[in-house]
């Protein structure tokens, strides 16, 4: 089983400040996705990224693929309330299944 | 609406009373897989299925079976249930292997399951 590790595990944070959430690993893999949950939901995709170095933006999220390919973040600038859910990253390898951190909670209070 | 339907949301059992919890997706997808969420572990995944009668071993497959006999249903069965079973569950569908080539993994709303 590869191992991604996510931190913090928890934040909590006002409205308007920025975030940075980590996706880290020992292992290489394909590609990478940042999944976002809320409460009673199952988990929504956000971006996937496949080549080290990728940047994707989604409006104020921004996702960086690390060169080697072994970790990943996620920036959320000025977040707002409906930012709060939980964050969960997942790489993928040929031959293996997704495989999921541990996830982020984020609260951003108003 | 393109969507996978988990039932039931919510499910109290008692250890050792068989239980189906059933998946339904109506987009045609080839794959479908169930996942146990805990506190602090993400999503593992119990089983997967990449088409009709082929099914395979998750990362934490034991305790569960599954089935596949039709393309849009991938019921989740516990022969015996145990109070370690107790957890949030979640089948998934996509075109393909999740994560390759770009390819997203569509969620059901979830399964709490309490086995006393």
């Known amino acids: 089983t590869q191992l991604l590790e996510q931190s913090p595990q928890f934040l909590s944070i006002q409205e308007g400040e920025n975030l940075t959430v980590y996706c880290n690993s020992s292992?290489?893999?394909?590609?990478l996705q940042w999944y976002r949950q809320e409460p009673g939901e199952g988990p929504v995709l956000l971006v996937t990224?496949?080549?080290?170095?990728e940047v994707k933006k989604l409006k104020r999220l921004t996702f960086q693929f690390g060169d080697a390919r072994k970790d990943s973040s996620l920036h959320i600038t000025a977040a707002q309330p409906g930012d709060t859910g939980l964050y969960l990253c997942a790489g993928y390898n040929a031959g293996n299944m997704l495989t999921f951190g541990g996830g982020t909670r984020l609260m951003v209070k108003p | 609406e393109a969507q996978v339907t988990q039932n039931p949301r919510y499910l109290i059992t008692v250890t050792g009373k068989k239980l189906t919890v059933t998946c339904s997706q109506n987009m045609n997808h080839e794959y479908m897989s169930w996942y146990r969420q805990d506190p602090g572990l993400g999503l593992r995944q119990i089983y997967y299925s990449m088409n009709v009668e082929v099914t395979d071993k998750g990362d934490v497959p034991e305790g569960y079976k599954v089935s596949r006999k039709e393309k849009r249903n991938f019921p989740l069965i516990l022969e015996s249930p145990s109070p370690n079973q107790t957890s949030l569950y979640f089948c998934a569908s996509s075109y393909r292997q999740p994560g390759f080539m770009n390819t997203e993994a569509f969620f059901g709303q979830g399964t709490r399951l309490t086995v006393v």
């Open positions: 990224v496949v080549t080290g170095g």
């Open positions: 292992s290489v893999f394909s590609s």
